[in-house]
Structure formats: C-alpha cells, structure tokens
C-alpha cells in the first residue's frame, strides 16, 4: 500500500577453520581445570593439569596445641567443584604431586594456559595414591564433626605429608613468612590419568572455602588429661598464592586435525573450540558490490552439523560453547576488532543480547536439539552499501578471557580502546565445541541473510 517493496536475498560467504594461537590465562577469580577428555573423534585429546599453593590464614604460623603433644592424624587436598564437561560416566583417577622447589610458581605471573612448554614445571614426586572419583556423585553432601558441605572432591594423601606439615614444620622454620613456606613446600599439582576411559574436563572454583588442605590431628593442652580432635586449615590466597592451570590440545587422528588450514580452502564443515581451541575465518565476497538499498535486516547464521556416528555419546557429553563472538582481525595491533555499528559495549557490557552469539537450539527434521547461533550485522551492511565502509573478513570464536578493540559505530569510529573479555560474559576456558556447517555445506550451510528494500 506504500510502495515499498520489501526483498529477501542471502549470499554466500567462504569459510575456513584455523588453530587459535592467541595467548590463553586464567585469572584468580576465575575457574580453574584439571582433567583429561580421550575419546573426542571431532576435537582430539585435551590434558589439563592444575598447579596452585595453598597458605596458612598468616605468617608466622603455628598449629594450636602444645607441639610435642600433637599427633598427626591425616591430609586431606580438598577441591570446590563446580562443573564439569564432558562424559561424566567415566571415572577419573586424580593424582597429586608436589612442585618442585626448582621450578616455584610466581603468584604475580599470569601464566599462559596454552603454551605450559614456556613454563614448565617439575615434579618433586606424588603425595599420595591415585584417588579414583565418580563425577555424578561430587553433588554429594559432606557431613563430618568439622563441615557440612556439598560439590567437593576430597584426595586424601599420605600420612607422612600430614606429618611433615604438622610436625615438622613450625613457626622456627617453613611458618615464619609466604617467602619462607616456599623454600620448604612449592605447592600443588592436580593431575589427572590421560588414558580411557577419562573423559572430562572438572571446573574448581579456588577462592571458595571449599577448596582447602585440612590437616586432621589430635592435641593435648598443658595439664590436660585428655585429648582434643581438630583440623587446621590452608588455603587459596588471592593475593599471595600462585597458580597455573595448562591446557594441552592433541589433535592427531581426529576430524579436525585434517580440517585446520592455512590456506584459503573453502570448506563445507568448520570447527570452533573454546580457548585454548579453534576458529573460523568468514569472507562475504561481493558484499562490497552490492548497491545502496535500506538494509531491513542482514543475519548471519550458523547452524550445527551432528556428529550423526555419536549423536547419542560424544557428541552428546561435549557441549557446545555459551557464546561466539563474532569479530574482525586487525593483524597490525594484532587484537580482534568489533563488528562496526552493530557490536556496541555500554555500562553493563557488551550488547550480546541484540547483537548475537548466545547459544539456542532449535528442532529440525531429525534432529530435536540442533545448536544454533546468528548475529544482527545490519548497520554494518548498510554501512557498506551506503558509504562504502570497509567489507571485513570475518573471525568466529569462543572466547574465554580475550580482548577486542572496541570502535563506537558511526560517526564515532575514530575513537577505539582495548575492551577486556572475561568468562562471565564468555564461556569457562575449555568449555564447549562445535561443528558448524560452512558455506558450502548441503544442509547446514553458514549464509548471510538479507532483507532489504530499494530506495
């Protein structure tokens, strides 16, 4: 009745999946992983180790009782546990060992999680058996005369560590200062066996109360005649205690491995991963030749392809990441860029709500739980169209701590600052991967959908 005409169009993009070598750290506040994933066909094998240090609540340190009448009873490493990703019907067998005092963690480095081969840590040997845990039973309550807790991974290790602690160390020696403790003890490494059937990922939360060494023993006072049962409690320091959490990525035999490239191949299947992962380089070609017309809406849209072989197991446990950020590579500062006019950041962050990236699923024809992502990239196409703004090549991620150069959209794009990513509004490192159909996929094809009118 207007005149308007109103059209649909979708073009094609070109897509291609490469390793992600951007430095990848875990900050204090953050969680923490240790586990092993040995059975993943898409993604290959992932060993994550958890290195950390645990302190008295202060300096100099003594245990309460009368020294020569304490009586080491047992340790116990205990681990807030969070979450988990991956197969949690399979048992994982957790070792502990000590660091060695030859390689100290330092508590203001922020170790690369990605690259444990810069930073590599030696072992001064185990602290005690290989716990074997369930992860379906980790909800379970913790009841005892000291705690009453849920979502704990309780190691005991050997009662000779319990004495070293106890006993052996005292406010003279190992208690006297943080500096002093790390001469004497170097910290923990949280490992877990990197054979099948371990197939999981666990998330630890280290600043919670839950996350601890108790030191169980039995005191006396001076002219007491009985004897009093206690525990003594280390923990995380957010200040003076280190921490390393290293990822390791194998991809040998599996599907990804003769996907990544360094080329420009087009391909009909793309793979991201959440870092330390992977990514996909989008091209739109011919965006920029399109002539001026009012952009109604311009979605691209990502689709996933199951892993039809393990729709029911593997592809199953290993989730898909929370969010994808879409992005642009400024390979002169070397740090992502936003999408201009459309990927805004404001006082509560960035405009993922509007803009897109946050996982949904959709049901289609043989498939009840289809993983789906698409993105508004409107203002950005009518920029192109109508101004002859720069068409971009694209970068699909998962990021989880990043940063990106954030422009305000048009006529403000002059200004720019680094803008800082963290997992709260990204996915928890090592969390999530998916295959998604690229440009050229049959079914699932990755497109750039256009409505629009003529002017």
């Known amino acids: 009745m207007d005149g308007v005409n109103t059209f649909d169009t979708t073009m094609e993009v070109i897509t291609d999946s490469f390793e992600e070598t951007d430095t990848t750290r875990i900050y204090k506040q953050d969680l923490h992983v240790f586990g092993a994933i040995t059975n993943d066909p898409l993604f290959g094998r992932t060993t994550a180790a958890l ?72 072992s001064a040997g185990s602290l005690g058996n290989t716990a074997t845990i369930d992860i379906r039973k980790l909800g379970d309550s913790v009841i005892n005369r000291y705690e009453a807790s849920t979502n704990q991974i309780r190691i005991r290790l050997r009662d000779d560590v319990a004495r070293r602690f106890l006993n052996t160390y005292d406010s003279s020696n190992a208690y006297r200062s943080d500096t002093a403790f790390r001469t004497f003890f170097a910290g923990f490494s949280v490992k877990v066996a990197s054979t099948s059937p371990a197939n999981a990922l666990l998330f630890i939360n280290m600043l919670d109360t839950n996350t601890k060494l108790a030191l169980y023993y039995n005191s006396s006072t001076t002219g007491a005649t009985s004897r009093d049962t206690n525990v003594a409690y280390f923990r995380f320091n957010s200040f003076t205690s280190g921490d390393f959490s290293h990822i390791t990525r194998n991809r040998a035999g599996s599907e990804v491995a003769n996907r990544l490239t360094t080329t420009s191949r087009p391909d009909s299947l793309v793979y991201v991963q959440t870092d330390p992962g992977t990514y996909v380089r989008i091209r739109v070609p011919n965006l920029d030749r399109l002539n001026n017309r009012i952009i109604h809406r311009a979605e691209l849209i990502t689709e996933q392809v199951p892993d039809n072989a393990n729709l029911l197991t593997t592809d199953k446990y290993f989730s898909p990441p929370n969010v994808l950020l879409l992005s642009y590579y400024d390979s002169v500062n070397k740090i992502k860029r936003n999408i201009p006019n459309d990927y805004s950041i404001g006082l509560q962050g960035p405009n993922t709500a509007t803009f897109g990236g946050y996982l949904t699923y959709k049901t289609v024809p043989g498939y009840d739980r289809l993983a789906t992502y698409s993105f508004n990239l409107s203002r950005y196409v009518q920029g192109i169209v109508t101004r002859k703004d720069t068409s971009f090549v694209l970068r699909l991620s998962a990021p989880s701590n990043d940063s990106i150069r954030y422009s305000p959209g048009y006529p403000n794009a002059a200004f720019s600052q680094v803008y800082y990513l963290n997992p709260s509004i990204g996915n928890v490192i090592g969390n999530g991967r998916i295959r998604l159909g690229g440009g050229t996929h049959s079914r699932f094809r990755m497109r750039l959908r256009i409505v629009y009118s003529r002017i």
């Open 51 to 122: 290195n950390f240090e645990l302190f008295p609540n202060f300096f100099p340190y003594g245990v309460p009782g009368t020294k020569d009448s304490i009586r080491a009873d047992s340790a116990v490493l205990i681990l807030s546990y969070v979450n988990f990703h991956g197969d949690s019907t399979q048992p994982l067998r957790i070792s502990v060992e000590e660091i060695s005092r030859n390689t100290p963690l330092d508590p203001y480095k922020v170790y690369p999680s990605n690259f444990p081969a810069i930073y590599p840590l030696q």
